[in-house]
């Protein structure tokens, strides 16, 4: 019977279209033998500025690190939307491929007018990131690869994935399970893990189940499974 379970919280949030009232479509960029792409900035309440900015993207674990790049051209990379009007974000890639997956990062900030900024105060703006993802001039990778190791110490569940492919994995389900009282927990998650990284981490687990437990991730690049080892 399970009693109570905390596990992944922080993988728990999924992404949004909408905030701050703006959207984007796609959530996704894709380059590769196509070179060029777009985004659709839509602003729904008052007249907003933007400023877009595009920034390579590396990871370690769960933390996020962020260099600015000349390797994506953005135009406009600043403009001003009306309230229901729309703007088409063009996205160009400025290098060559190679062969390797390059993952970018095209953050829309919207710009407080200045008259509202006065010394000594904090104006709170939104900032939506879109991930960029160049494919190696191979093409597309179709399948992950992925090395998943879970341990039970002591009610606290250490959980280690590495990416051990070629292209990022998007996490889509955490499935903890037992083999006679099937799945027991199923947690949704939206976030990526870029080629080389490893994420892990030590989560409470309180549990009473017989017999041998089993995690699974489910991800865009396929489904990754271990053992919990006891």
Known sequence: MLRAICLWALLAAAGAAHAGGFAIVPLRVELGANRASSLTVTNTDEAKTFEVRVVSWKQQNRVDSYEPTNDLLVAPATFRLEKGAAQVVRVQLNRPLDATEH???????????????????????????????VAPAAGRVAKGEAALSVALVQDVLKVELRNTGKANIKLKEWVLSSAQAGDLLKVPSAAYLLVGNTLSGDYP??????????????????????????
């Open 103 to 133: 993952p970018y990062r095209i953050f829309i900030d919207e710009v407080p007018p200045a008259r509202e900024i006065q010394a000594n105060t904090l104006k709170t703006v939104v900032s939506m990131a879109v991930p960029v993802f």
């Open 205 to 230: 687990l309180k549990i009473q189940a017989d017999g041998p437990l089993k995690v699974r991730v489910r991800t865009d690049h396929g489904t990754f499974m271990a053992d919990v080892k006891r």
